[in-house]
């Protein structure tokens, strides 16, 4: 599976630089970057949004990019 990312301004209010995640042209996640400044995890990946296998109420945050890849493949490689 590969996964494609596109930056994307997000209308967060706060941290707005992100990442639209896409599986075969279909967009599965929206991520946002973390300030340095964030309380909870500064410099982070946020699931602001999922789709499909994605969606769910855990809006987890990740460390890098390649973490945030890698758990949004495992949730699209299994089967429903």
Not at 4 to 17: K, Y
Not at 42 to 71: C, K, M, N, V
Request: charged share 20%; aromatic share 8%; glycine share 8%.
């Amino acid at each position: 599976m590969t996964l494609t990312l596109q930056p994307i301004r997000v209308a967060t209010g706060f941290d707005e630089d992100g990442m639209m995640v896409l599986d075969r042209q279909r967009l599965v996640a929206v991520l946002v970057h973390l300030s340095d400044d964030n309380e909870v995890a500064p410099g982070h990946w946020y699931l602001e949004a999922g789709f499909g296998r994605i969606d769910g109420a855990s809006h987890p945050t990740f460390a890098s990019l390649d973490t945030a890849q890698d758990w949004i493949a495992q949730r699209l490689a299994r089967h429903p």
